[in-house]
């Protein structure tokens, strides 16, 4: 079992999802988490970590946080010597995914609500890894600014799963197949 399986299943994803939408946690498509938005694809959120990288000990961001699962996931990769912040846009999904979040009895790792008009933490920057579930139009420069050196991003732009990496100083870019998300908003 590699690390992202081991993440998944200490952290199912019905523990994450509202009520209604528990019996349905083994679909393997988005689900609803109300306000428009969505618990993303398991297969997708696989591919999303494993693209991401994730050691122990790393800083992690995680932007469009939702219901906490794939905070919690991050929580469980990066061990207790790391971090994860993940931010939130909706005000009832941030109290919805730190509860979620909270539940899973991982202090290292919180949700706080996204500042509107600020893409990520960049007071909290740099970042070793930066996780976004939700859709942009274009590649924010504001979230490739709070990447360490060494560090990967991976953001889901006009539905091509894109991969970035920083290294001293240089910005590269991959693209990894077609996704829907949600809008970044």
């Known amino acids: 079992m590699d690390a992202v399986e081991a993440a998944f299943a200490a952290w199912p994803?019905?523990?994450?999802?509202?009520?209604?939408?528990?019996?349905r946690a083994?679909?393997?498509?988005?689900?609803?988490?109300?306000?428009?938005?969505?618990?993303?694809?398991?297969?997708?959120?696989?591919d999303m970590l494993r693209l991401l990288d994730v050691r122990p000990g790393q800083r992690v961001l995680d932007v469009g946080s939702?219901?906490?699962?794939?905070?919690?996931?991050?929580?469980?990769?990066?061990?207790?010597?790391?971090?994860?912040?993940?931010?939130?846009?909706?005000?009832?999904?941030?109290?919805?995914?730190?509860?979620n979040l909270a539940a899973t009895g991982q202090p290292w790792a919180s949700i706080r609500r996204a500042t509107p008009g600020v893409l990520g933490l960049p007071d909290h920057a740099p970042y070793d890894r930066i996780l976004v579930s939700a859709q942009p139009a274009s590649l924010?420069?504001?979230l490739?600014?709070?990447?360490?050196?060494?560090?990967r991003l991976v953001i889901p732009v006009r539905g091509t799963m894109t991969l970035v990496t920083t290294s001293g100083g240089e910005v590269r870019e991959s693209h990894h197949g077609s996704y829907r998300f949600v809008p970044l908003v």
Request: aromatic share 6%.
């Open 144 to 151: 490739v600014d709070q990447l360490a050196d060494g560090g």
């Open 140 to 142: 924010p420069q504001a």
């Open 66 to 99: 939702g219901s906490g699962w794939t905070t919690a996931l991050l929580a469980h990769l990066v061990g207790p010597t790391g971090s994860v912040t993940g931010v939130e846009i909706v005000p009832a999904l941030v109290e919805f995914g730190s509860a």
């Open 26 to 46: 083994g679909y393997d498509g988005p689900l609803p988490i109300g306000d428009g938005q969505t618990n993303s694809q398991p297969r997708t959120v696989a």
């Open 13 to 23: 994803r019905e523990g994450f999802l509202p009520e209604g939408e528990r019996r």
